[in-house]
């Protein structure tokens, strides 16, 4: 009863830390914790709220990937949630370097694409604490931006894939319905 056919009523979505996304915000998370009580003032909101955000970034990934088996629109809903939390990160990255007037890098500046290589061989936090430990305040919230826009990218292609899923699959209460009609069918 609890399945049609070979199709599960509910598919288990697997492992939240095997996405690539949250992988690359607890990465980004970890990093923005280190920076946060390096380089900014105790007394700077700022701290917290970019903590905040990141967490939320990461935390939402598993929230949304949770739900997903059940809801896909609550699970695309807590992903676009981290989006938003990781763009809010970005603003203050940005805005840290603005303010202090810091060289942000250029889209297609030598720098990001060597960061972005960075990110797409490395996703442990360990790598990026060790590199951002020998780098300046400027250089680590430049890294941190090209991190979170990784980021931005992979979450994007996951919501794609999900909202694709659910064209092909439809979603829990389709499938709920279906297995409701075809064991009364059965029965008959």
Request: net charge positive; proline share 1%.
């Amino acid at each position: 009863m609890g399945t049609m056919g070979n199709n599960k009523l509910v598919k288990p979505q697997g492992d939240h830390r095997r996405l690539l996304c949250y992988q690359k915000a607890e990465v980004i998370y970890d990093l923005t914790y280190y920076f946060a009580n390096r380089y900014l003032q105790r007394s700077d909101r700022t701290i917290d709220q970019m903590i905040q955000a990141a967490r939320s970034g990461k935390q939402n990934i598993v929230e949304g990937n949770a739900a997903i088996p059940t809801s896909i629109e609550s699970g695309i809903k807590l992903l676009n949630v981290a989006k938003a939390s990781l763009q809010e990160l970005l603003v203050d990255y940005e805005d840290f370097l603005r303010v202090r007037g810091y060289h942000m890098w250029g889209e297609n500046s030598k720098e990001v694409a060597a960061m972005q290589r960075l990110g797409r061989e490395h996703s442990d936090s360990t790598f990026f604490i060790n590199l951002a430990s020998s780098r300046s305040d400027e250089v680590i919230a430049n890294m941190s931006i090209v991190l979170i826009h990784q980021a931005d990218t992979l979450l994007y292609k996951l919501i794609e894939s999900i909202g694709n899923r659910f064209i092909q699959e439809g979603g829990f209460r389709e499938k709920l319905h279906r297995v409701r009609v075809e064991t009364r069918q059965q029965e008959k």
